[in-house]
């Protein structure tokens, strides 16, 4: 997959090209199965779908926190992608707050937003509703991640 620097005109496909990307490796985040729903160039915003299936479910009947982690890292991970136009952008930190559970059955929505890029780090924000409910948020999170584009810069 070739990735090019961020360009209005095209982020939709760019941002589209990133979950087909995801959804070609053969890794943990293809079983999480995000779907793109759209994307916002001026406010530096992407939306993904993830679907709660049954082994997402812990022994309480809500989706287990390791997951709500893993969206939330996907969603963020893509968003820091698309802005550094690289094919990964390791995560350095997380900060997850969560707020309500999901059930099985649920459609959840992912809105991630880049706050910063910078040479070495990128920051980006989330979170997360019911597709059903989209003023009711389930979880928030920030996060860290290590730009490529310093690979190989002297300080």
């Not at 082994?55 to 991970?77: E, K, P, R």
């Not at 094919?87 to 707020?99: A, D, E, F, K, Q």
């Amino acid at each position: 997959m070739e990735f090019t620097c961020p360009k209005q005109e095209t982020m939709e496909d760019d941002v589209k090209n990133i979950v087909a990307f995801v959804h070609a490796c053969e890794s943990f985040d293809r079983q999480l199965n995000p779907e793109y729903v759209s994307c916002d160039f001026d406010r530096k915003e992407i939306t993904v779908r993830y679907r709660i299936a049954p082994w997402m479910i812990n022994v309480i009947g809500t989706v287990h926190g390791g997951i709500y982690a893993s969206f939330l890292d996907d969603v963020m991970g893509m968003n820091a992608s698309y802005w550094a136009g690289a094919p990964g952008t390791p995560t350095i930190s997380m900060n997850i707050n969560y707020l309500r559970p999901a059930k099985p059955g649920d459609s959840l929505l992912l809105q991630s937003h880049l706050a910063s890029i910078g040479h070495h780090m990128i920051h980006v924000t989330a979170s997360c509703c019911r597709e059903t409910e989209p003023n009711r948020v389930l979880m928030t999170a920030s996060g860290v991640y290590h730009n490529p584009a310093s690979a190989g810069r002297k300080e």
